[in-house]
């Protein structure tokens, strides 16, 4: 989630302090392995928002992965690539789901540590992906919009957006990923426009006679945040309180801002939605995607089906931002982390573990090769 344009009520007010304002990440050649681990651990002990809540012993990292590097030669390639397997140790347990390390060094520029991704993997917990897309068109009555923009894409894959009824009397919504916002405005995709003014003019004329609407975010990675307001806030008439931000804001690596209340908040024609809102998600539903669960189940009428979601939370703000989250080291590695600590309305922090669904609804291999989608069936069902 690219962002932050959303949902912080004093955003504009808060400052991002580094923790330890003498040790700057180092700008242009670096000229050994000891600065690189310096430079790293420095700034990850810093900028990561999660140290108060995360099982990594991070001061005990620094003696005993300092000598190793200081043993490393930048100009050996061969200790280049071993470099990756240390940082990879040093990481592999952090909780922040949106951890990615990659890096420019030409010995490694193919190599990613994507450490709550490894441990997944690792465990055997993640389905395989499934693309419902094809699927799901069979539900849909006649009439149902399909948009695409190869100009906004993700993973090298097209904005692609569905929106119909089903039966008459049930909105259903789904996208691979969210550039909804800058699609719409910039009218650079195929039929996207029209197949987000069906969704919003539904919302806006169809509530009374309808039974529900769902929003089906399964295998979508996230996208930009703006998105949040721009669908959800179509459904409220009034900021929907969906949770809490923290940041860093001292010298210390565990010194956050108080608990910042964030919302959901309406835009220009919205309703206050009282139908049931069915919100899919699974295993590879991350980032915004859980954003918009979260908020979904914020709704006294929200209801999550499927499965327990990635666990990628938090909000990442460009490294150029903010002096906190993502960060560059020169010639070297970039680092992708959360920019604040989204916490639940419950005050449950769910990085790293992922939200549960109000009901669990596994994905079916057998109903999928069938051409069925047993969640969104069992969601039909429900509305019913």
């Known amino acids: 989630m690219k962002y932050l344009n959303i949902l912080l009520q004093p955003l504009v007010l808060i400052m991002f302090v580094s923790c330890h304002q003498e040790d700057p990440a180092p700008t242009g050649t670096t000229v050994d392995f000891e600065q690189l681990f310096e430079s790293f651990w420095r700034q990850m002990n810093k900028n990561y928002v999660y140290w108060d809540i995360d099982s990594t012993d991070w001061d005990g990292i620094y003696p005993q992965y300092k000598g190793i590097f200081s043993q490393l030669n930048l100009n050996d390639e061969n200790d280049v690539r071993s470099s990756v397997r240390y940082y990879r140790e040093m990481t592999k347990y952090l909780v922040d789901g949106h951890c990615r390390i990659s890096f420019s060094?030409?010995?490694?520029?193919?190599?990613?540590?994507?450490?709550?991704?490894?441990?997944?993997?690792?465990?055997?917990?993640?389905?395989?992906?499934?693309?419902y897309f094809l699927r799901d068109t069979v539900y849909l009555d006649t009439?149902?919009?399909?948009?695409?923009?190869?100009?906004n894409t993700l993973n090298n894959q097209p904005l692609t957006i569905i929106c119909g009824e089903i039966n008459g009397d049930i909105l259903y919504f789904s996208c691979n990923f969210f550039k909804l916002s800058k699609?719409?405005?910039?009218?650079?995709?195929e039929n996207i426009k029209a197949t987000l003014d069906f969704f919003f003019n539904w919302v806006e004329n169809n509530l009374e006679s309808s039974k529900g609407i769902i929003i089906d975010v399964r295998n979508n990675p996230g996208g930009n945040l703006e998105d949040l307001n721009f669908l959800?806030?179509?459904?409220v008439d009034q900021p929907?309180?969906?949770?809490?931000?923290?940041?860093?804001?001292?010298?210390?690596?565990?010194?956050?801002?108080?608990?910042?209340?964030?919302?959901?908040?309406?835009?220009a024609s919205t309703k206050n939605v009282q139908l049931p809102i069915v919100v899919l998600a699974d295993n590879y539903s991350a980032s915004l995607s859980e954003v918009i669960t979260n908020a979904i189940m914020a709704f006294s009428q929200g209801i999550f089906i499927g499965e327990t979601t990635f666990g990628a939370t938090s909000p990442v703000i460009p490294f150029k931002v903010y002096a906190s989250g993502s960060f560059e080291?020169?010639?070297?590695?970039?680092?992708?982390?959360?920019?604040?600590?989204?916490?639940?309305?419950?005050?449950?922090?769910?990085?790293?573990?992922?939200?549960?669904?109000?009901?669990?609804?596994?994905?079916?291999?057998?109903?999928?090769?069938?051409?069925?989608?047993?969640?969104?069936?069992?969601?039909?069902?429900?509305l019913k």
């Open 240 to 267: 929907l309180h969906i949770g809490y931000c923290q940041y860093k804001n001292g010298d210390s690596c565990y010194d956050l801002t108080p608990r910042i209340k964030a919302y959901v908040n309406p835009g």
């Open 105 to 131: 060094h030409p010995a490694i520029v193919d190599s990613v540590i994507d450490p709550l991704l490894e441990r997944k993997n690792n465990l055997g917990v993640l389905n395989e992906p499934y693309s």
């Open 329 to 382: 080291i020169e010639n070297f590695m970039s680092v992708q982390l959360s920019s604040c600590k989204f916490i639940s309305l419950n005050g449950n922090v769910y990085e790293s573990s992922g939200l549960a669904p109000d009901i669990f609804i596994p994905h079916s291999s057998e109903a999928y090769d069938q051409g069925r989608d047993a969640q969104l069936e069992y969601a039909i069902e429900l």
């Open 232 to 235: 959800l806030g179509k459904l």
């Open 183 to 189: 699609s719409y405005y910039s009218n650079t995709g």
């Open 143 to 151: 009439g149902y919009f399909v948009g695409h923009d190869a100009q």
